[in-house]
Nanobody, 116 residues
Framework: QVQLVESGGGLVQAGDSLRLSCAASGRTLSSGRMGWFRQAPGKEREFVASIWGSGGRTNYADSVKGRFTISRDNAKNTVYLQMNSLKPEDTAVYYC?????????WGRGTQVTVSS
């Protein structure tokens, strides 16, 4: 079993930056898949970014490309989401997810609110 705990959310202004962290415990996922998803009020949960494999391949939603960066610290079993140039439309609850291949484990989420 894997437990995921997100942190780093908050209230910021448009144009600001935030870094989200997701600490995994219970199992090492250094070569597995870890990702970030978000859900805005009244909307479905959507993919934001992922990182997988020992080489750390990454993938991003078009809406965050060039602004968000996902990274992983295998020694700490932690994945990060650096979010720059934040926009009001980035406001959502951000969830961390992980698994050996797919997303078997999910965190409880952290709120990110971007004011205009």
């Amino acid at each position: 079993q894997v437990q995921l705990v997100e942190s780093g959310g908050g209230l910021v202004q448009a144009g600001d930056s935030l870094r989200l962290s997701c600490a995994a415990s219970g199992r090492t996922l250094s070569s597995g898949r870890m990702g970030w998803f978000r859900q805005a009020p009244g909307k479905e949960r959507e993919f934001v970014a992922s990182i997988w494999g020992s080489g750390g391949r990454t993938n991003y939603a078009d809406s965050v490309k060039g602004r968000f960066t996902i990274s992983r610290d295998n020694a700490k079993n932690t994945v990060y989401l650096q979010m720059n140039s934040l926009k009001p439309e980035d406001t959502a609850v951000y969830y961390c997810a992980a698994g050996p291949v797919g997303y078997d484990y999910w965190g409880r989420g952290t709120q990110v609110t971007v004011s205009s």
